[in-house]
């Protein structure tokens, strides 16, 4: 049987906003898809929660096939942009009924090849996607062939397209109470102009360097930056927009492997514990007066985190949360998944957060994997409305690696860059509240022209010059999803 945290989160996977998390590589050469497909099925062997299915109509269970039961491997070459097919692979329903929790795409670039590595929530989280993407191209690496086909794709070695099993995106209706919701002042101003799925829109920011704290002489962590700086875009955003922000509530994730008093020192799954989903959720808040000052933001920003890394948080914080762990524990089986499901959809446009910040740490060593020069990789993760918004965070070198991720009935391609802007500025203003020894300087991001796709048209891709070559171990600040 599923765990109650795993039952809730089932219970809040729509088809029209599928619950995943990603990676996006991009290297400056080209990978072999036979070569890849292989060390793809390599790990999917070795750890079961990737070729894991659930079973039962309603008290759903999982799975583990001795062998996957489709390829979740699939090649691009058709010249589609590899945001574009990231964004398809995170938007399409999942049947886990049917496929593998996991969806694998190369993407094949003039300008270096991009691997698009996406999962279901109910089955990664960030953490274990990253070990287990990082355990793939280990294996790519010490794997050696013959003769170089240049990426040539022999007969029974895969398949041109998105990998098996990716479905047609399901279309969704704005809901009744959405006017209701977009004035009360709790969430972002939608700023869209129509379509379903996911979006996602890249961002390279200089990592903060030397230490800061607050006059207290508490530090301030690259986390607590993320997080204030998302309230602050989010009380600006809306500002500008004719709407007034009340309380906002972000998100964070927290492992849940990683004993309290270490909770800001996440580690790399071992290769046994690469799967399943081991998050726990605490929401950071701050009022209309906390958001005047910036240091004053920062204050009741890092007093919260403080006590979140004290204690083991919740699967699913809050009131909701309480209910709905016992309802899954209690209900009898043949009502709980619909009980789960009502509850979750009635108490959705009360109880959702603002927005999600997620630090997965930092990944260095992904850089030069696979034996290629990899110049960028970024964490995205998906969220329904009406939160809407993802802001994923992945540390290489002296970059942070930045992903809005945004349903498209928030904002749209024209959109989010404005978003982006007055995140990177809030993130600058408050790494400038530390100490006089931390320096912020200011990013500069060079994005490439977007070029137009016949169904939605794509964020535009930082030039992968901005992100330097590194080769520094891995290690991280706050564990998140």
Same mark, same amino acid.
């Given at each position: 049987?599923?765990?109650?945290?795993?039952?809730? !989160?089932?219970?809040?996977?729509?088809?029209?906003?599928?619950?995943?998390?990603?990676?996006?590589?991009?290297?400056?050469?080209?990978?072999?898809?036979?070569? %890849?497909?292989?060390?793809?099925?390599?790990?999917?062997?070795?750890?079961?929660?990737?070729?894991?299915?659930?079973?039962?109509?309603?008290?759903?269970?999982?799975?583990?096939?001795?062998?996957?039961?489709?390829?979740?491997?699939?090649?691009?070459?058709?010249?589609?942009?590899?945001?574009?097919?990231?964004?398809?692979?995170?938007?399409?329903?999942?049947? %886990?009924?049917?496929?593998?929790?996991?969806?694998?795409?190369?993407?094949? *670039?003039?300008?270096?090849?991009? %691997?698009?590595?996406?999962?279901?929530?109910?089955?990664?989280?960030? %953490?274990?996607?990253?070990?287990?993407?990082?355990?793939?191209?280990?294996?790519?690496?010490?794997?050696?062939?013959?003769?170089?086909?240049?990426?040539?794709?022999?007969?029974?070695?895969?398949?041109?397209?998105? =990998?098996?099993?990716?479905?047609?995106?399901?279309?969704?209706? +704005?809901?009744?109470?959405?006017?209701?919701?977009?004035?009360?002042? #709790?969430?972002?101003?939608?700023?869209?102009?129509? $379509?379903?799925?996911?979006?996602?829109?890249?961002?390279? /920011?200089?990592?903060?360097?030397?230490?800061?704290?607050? =006059?207290?002489?508490?530090?301030?962590?690259?986390?607590?930056?993320?997080?204030?700086?998302?309230?602050?875009?989010?009380? #600006?955003?809306?500002?500008? *927009? $004719?709407?007034?922000?009340?309380?906002?509530?972000?998100?964070?994730?927290?492992?849940?492997?990683?004993?309290?008093?270490?909770?800001?020192?996440?580690?790399?799954?071992?290769?046994?514990?690469?799967?399943?989903?081991?998050?726990?959720?605490?929401?950071?808040?701050?009022?209309?007066?906390? #958001?005047?000052?910036?240091?004053?933001?920062?204050?009741?920003?890092?007093?919260?985190?403080? !006590?979140?890394?004290?204690?083991?948080?919740?699967?699913?914080?809050?009131?909701?949360? +309480?209910?709905?762990?016992?309802?899954?524990?209690?209900?009898?089986?043949?009502? *709980?998944?619909?009980?789960?499901?009502?509850?979750?959809?009635?108490?959705?446009?009360?109880?959702?957060?603002?927005?999600?910040?997620?630090? /997965?740490?930092?990944?260095?060593?992904?850089?030069?994997? +696979?034996?290629?020069?990899?110049?960028?990789?970024?964490?995205?993760?998906?969220?329904?409305?009406?939160?809407?918004?993802?802001?994923?965070?992945?540390?290489?070198?002296?970059?942070?690696?930045?992903?809005?991720?945004?349903?498209?009935?928030?904002? $749209?391609?024209?959109?989010?860059?404005?978003?982006?802007?007055?995140?990177?500025?809030?993130?600058?203003?408050?790494?400038?509240?530390?100490?006089? $020894? +931390?320096?912020?300087?200011?990013?500069?991001?060079?994005?490439?022209?977007?070029?137009?796709?016949?169904?939605?048209?794509?964020?535009?891709?930082?030039?992968?010059?901005?992100? =330097?070559?590194?080769?520094?171990?891995?290690?991280?600040?706050? =564990?998140?999803?």
């Amino acid at each position: 049987m599923l765990t109650p945290g795993e039952q809730i !989160l089932a219970a809040s996977d729509r088809a029209s906003a599928p619950l995943t998390c990603g990676l996006f590589v991009q290297t400056t050469g080209r990978l072999d898809p036979a070569r %890849l497909r292989a060390a793809v099925w390599t790990a999917i062997r070795r750890h079961p929660m990737a070729r894991a299915v659930l079973y039962g109509s309603r008290q759903h269970a999982w799975r583990f096939p001795a062998e996957p039961t489709a390829d979740p491997v699939g090649f691009v070459d058709d010249g589609t942009d590899g945001w574009r097919i990231h964004e398809i692979l995170s938007s399409a329903p999942f049947d %886990l009924h049917r496929y593998p929790p996991i969806r694998v795409a190369l993407i094949r *670039r003039a300008d270096g090849d991009q %691997l698009s590595v996406v999962a279901h929530h109910l089955a990664f989280d960030g %953490l274990r996607l990253a070990a287990l993407v990082a355990e793939i191209l280990d294996h790519y690496r010490a794997t050696a062939y013959a003769a170089d086909r240049d990426g040539a794709v022999a007969p029974g070695e895969g398949h041109r397209g998105v =990998p098996a099993g990716v479905q047609p995106l399901a279309r969704a209706g +704005a809901p009744g109470w959405a006017t209701l919701v977009r004035h009360s002042g #709790r969430y972002i101003t939608p700023l869209a102009a129509g $379509g379903d799925g996911y979006g996602f829109h890249p961002l390279t /920011l200089p990592a903060p360097t030397g230490r800061r704290t607050l =006059p207290d002489g508490r530090p301030m962590t690259i986390n607590d930056l993320l997080i204030g700086a998302a309230h602050l875009a989010v009380d #600006r955003w809306n500002s500008r *927009r $004719g709407g007034g922000s009340s309380r906002l509530r972000i998100r964070m994730p927290i492992a849940l492997a990683s004993a309290p008093s270490s909770a800001a020192a996440p580690s790399v799954p071992a290769p046994g514990e690469i799967g399943g989903n081991r998050t726990g959720l605490t929401i950071i808040s701050s009022e209309v007066a906390d #958001r005047v000052d910036a240091l004053q933001l920062a204050v009741r920003v890092v007093e919260q985190t403080d !006590l979140a890394k004290q204690a083991i948080p919740p699967v699913v914080p809050g009131l909701s949360g +309480a209910l709905g762990v016992a309802a899954a524990r209690f209900v009898p089986g043949p009502w *709980r998944s619909t009980l789960l499901r009502c509850g979750v959809a009635a108490g959705r446009p009360v109880l959702a957060p603002t927005a999600a910040v997620s630090n /997965l740490g930092r990944f260095d060593d992904l850089a030069g994997a +696979a034996g290629l020069p990899i110049s960028a990789v970024y964490f995205t993760g998906t969220a329904g409305m009406p939160q809407g918004l993802f802001i994923g965070v992945l540390g290489m070198g002296d970059s942070l690696n930045v992903t809005f991720g945004y349903h498209r009935h928030l904002l $749209g391609p024209g959109s989010v860059p404005a978003f982006a802007d007055l995140f990177r500025a809030a993130f600058v203003e408050l790494g400038a509240t530390g100490a006089p $020894g +931390a320096t912020v300087p200011t990013p500069v991001t060079v994005p490439t022209p977007a070029v137009p796709t016949p169904a939605v048209a794509r964020a535009p891709r930082p030039d992968r010059a901005a992100s =330097p070559a590194v080769t520094t171990r891995r290690g991280g600040a706050v =564990p998140s999803r």
